[in-house]
């Protein structure tokens, strides 16, 4: 039996670019590339070479700690290039496709079991589409989670519709479920927005309303089932879902993806059909490359791109806003309209629908480290964002686990960097007090 949670807290940040609900295919490009860092943890251990021949879902590479754990080819087609950085880190490993396109496939189970179902999605080097609380990384096949779960609405800025979305392949989006129920021993949970039109028939489905972060799986894994010291929980996002259904209706892997394209700087914002890996040169024709910021993912969380960049695997959402690589006479003193407050220094407060064109401009560098109150405001859980934060600055694990940081990923804490006084890089410290935990066990 599902539950419904209204949130109050949170903040929806309205801004210029929502894309329009038609979805234009881009032709695929000749060089696609798969990007190890995109996997947050993974040691890569290459499994090809420049000259080897792949076909769609063909190992690329696995990770060192888990060997069991391979990533897939999103094309058939030669690799050309491993692209390395610093010490020698594998950074991309470019494919040249081939004109027709050939899979490889795998033997599905008749008896769909928890085990069967691992085995296979192993088989077809999909594993990477689970992700876990705590750490937010890559499930271990080898563990049991107490729950999984799948949001199926974004509430970030200029997110996908994901209705819109799922509504084009809700067969493969309930084979999904139907495949995850059976893998959580029927502990499913699907959290879907109280206005949703979305037919779900499996799992407990939990009604969620209220602002961003309300679409967060975080957000609605803190509200159902809590993240403790020693618990397990698996999530998945819902494109990720509509990829299991197929990989269990022919047994291979099929790499498209829908992808918002939004943001001010884009003139015609809309939805596009994409290849996971494929050049997005052609996505950001046209889009001046001067004072702008391309980003793979939304503005709160996403990660800083380039016109020339390839699509990351996670990614249902590019985003190009202006840089605001630029100073302001008198900045906050000058009385204005125009200006996002949170604080209510702006008259901007009395218009809470008004869209913004907002830049990547912070109007202020790093400063003590103040209690504001601010934090509190947009997040709908039950932590103490600023405790936490000055436990993990202190590395003191035992408190960290006592306030809380089992449960969070990097995206549950962007509102509070976004409308942080002292400019602190709330993820990143996030991000460290995690591997911190990791580390000591």
Same mark, same amino acid.
């Given at each position: 039996?599902?539950?419904?949670?209204?949130?109050?807290?949170?903040?929806?940040?309205?801004?210029?670019?929502?894309?329009?609900?038609?979805?234009?295919?881009?032709?695929?490009?000749?060089?696609? #590339?798969?990007?190890?860092?995109?996997?947050?943890?993974?040691?890569?251990?290459?499994?090809?070479?420049?000259?080897?021949?792949?076909?769609?879902?063909?190992?690329?590479?696995?990770?060192?700690?888990?060997?069991?754990?391979?990533?897939?080819?999103?094309?058939?087609?030669?690799?050309?290039?491993?692209?390395?950085?610093?010490?020698?880190?594998?950074?991309?490993?470019?494919?040249?496709?081939?004109?027709?396109?050939?899979?490889?496939?795998?033997?599905?189970?008749?008896?769909?079991?928890?085990?069967?179902?691992?085995?296979?999605?192993?088989?077809?080097?999909?594993?990477?589409?689970?992700?876990?609380?705590?750490?937010?990384?890559?499930?271990?096949?080898?563990?049991?989670?107490?729950?999984?779960?799948?949001?199926?609405?974004?509430?970030? &800025?200029?997110?996908?519709?994901?209705?819109?979305?799922?509504?084009?392949?809700?067969?493969?989006?309930?084979?999904?479920?139907?495949?995850?129920?059976?893998?959580?021993?029927?502990?499913?949970?699907?959290?879907? %927005?109280?206005?949703?039109?979305?037919?779900?028939?499996?799992?407990?489905?939990?009604?969620?309303?209220? &602002?961003?972060?309300?679409?967060?799986?975080?957000?609605?894994?803190?509200?159902?089932?809590?993240?403790?010291?020693?618990?397990?929980?698996? %999530?998945?996002?819902?494109?990720?879902?509509?990829?299991?259904?197929?990989?269990?209706?022919?047994?291979?892997?099929?790499?498209?993806?829908?992808?918002?394209?939004?943001?001010?700087?884009?003139?015609?914002?809309?939805?596009?059909?994409?290849?996971?890996?494929?050049?997005?040169?052609?996505?950001?024709?046209?889009?001046?490359?001067?004072?702008?910021?391309?980003?793979?993912?939304?503005?709160?969380?996403?990660?800083?791109?380039?016109?020339?960049?390839?699509?990351?695997?996670?990614?249902?959402?590019?985003?190009?806003? &202006?840089?605001? #690589?630029?100073?302001?006479?008198?900045?906050?003193?000058?009385?204005?309209?125009?200006?996002?407050?949170?604080?209510?220094?702006?008259?901007?407060?009395?218009?809470?629908?008004?869209?913004?064109?907002?830049?990547?401009?912070?109007?202020?560098? =790093?400063?003590?480290?103040?209690?504001?109150?601010?934090?509190?405001?947009?997040?709908?859980?039950?932590?103490?964002?600023?405790?936490?934060?000055?436990?993990?600055?202190?590395?003191?694990?035992?408190?960290?686990?006592?306030?809380?940081?089992?449960?969070?990923?990097? =995206?549950?804490?962007?509102?509070? =960097?976004?409308?942080?006084?002292?400019?602190?890089?709330?993820?990143?410290?996030?991000?460290?007090?995690?591997?911190?935990?990791?580390? =000591?066990?």
């Amino acid at each position: 039996m599902g539950k419904s949670f209204r949130l109050k807290k949170g903040f929806d940040i309205q801004l210029v670019g929502e894309a329009a609900k038609e979805i234009q295919e881009i032709p695929a490009s000749e060089i696609f #590339a798969v990007k190890p860092p995109d996997y947050l943890g993974v040691t890569p251990k290459l499994t090809v070479k420049v000259g080897s021949e792949v076909l769609v879902g063909d190992s690329l590479f696995y990770d060192k700690k888990r060997p069991g754990i391979n990533f897939p080819s999103p094309v058939s087609g030669e690799v050309v290039e491993i692209v390395r950085g610093a010490k020698r880190v594998v950074l991309e490993i470019r494919i040249l496709a081939d004109k027709e396109q050939k899979s490889s496939s795998v033997s599905l189970p008749s008896d769909l079991t928890p085990s069967s179902i691992k085995e296979a999605i192993l088989k077809g080097n999909l594993w990477s589409i689970f992700k876990q609380r705590p750490f937010a990384k890559i499930a271990s096949p080898e563990d049991q989670p107490k729950a999984i779960f799948v949001s199926t609405f974004n509430s970030a &800025p200029l997110a996908p519709d994901l209705d819109f979305v799922i509504s084009q392949d809700q067969a493969a989006f309930d084979k999904g479920l139907e495949i995850l129920n059976i893998l959580s021993e029927g502990k499913l949970n699907i959290g879907k %927005h109280a206005e949703s039109s979305l037919s779900v028939n499996v799992g407990d489905v939990h009604t969620f309303s209220g &602002p961003h972060p309300a679409g967060n799986v975080g957000v609605q894994i803190h509200h159902i089932s809590p993240v403790r010291p020693g618990d397990l929980v698996w %999530h998945l996002d819902a494109q990720d879902v509509i990829l299991l259904g197929k990989f269990f209706a022919d047994g291979q892997y099929h790499t498209e993806r829908i992808i918002a394209l939004t943001g001010s700087e884009v003139k015609d914002p809309k939805y596009l059909k994409l290849k996971i890996g494929q050049s997005l040169k052609p996505v950001f024709e046209g889009i001046s490359d001067e004072d702008v910021r391309y980003i793979q993912g939304n503005v709160l969380t996403g990660d800083t791109s380039h016109a020339e960049d390839f699509l990351s695997f996670y990614i249902s959402q590019l985003t190009v806003i &202006p840089e605001g #690589a630029h100073s302001e006479f008198l900045g906050w003193l000058l009385p204005s309209t125009s200006k996002l407050s949170l604080s209510r220094t702006f008259f901007s407060w009395l218009m809470p629908k008004k869209k913004y064109d907002l830049d990547t401009n912070t109007h202020g560098e =790093e400063r003590a480290f103040v209690v504001s109150g601010q934090y509190e405001k947009v997040l709908p859980m039950n932590i103490m964002p600023v405790q936490l934060l000055k436990s993990i600055m202190a590395k003191d694990i035992e408190r960290m686990e006592a306030l809380g940081i089992h449960e969070l990923a990097e =995206e549950d804490l962007a509102l509070c =960097e976004f409308v942080c006084t002292s400019k602190i890089d709330v993820q990143q410290i996030l991000r460290e007090g995690l591997d911190l935990l990791e580390e =000591e066990g």
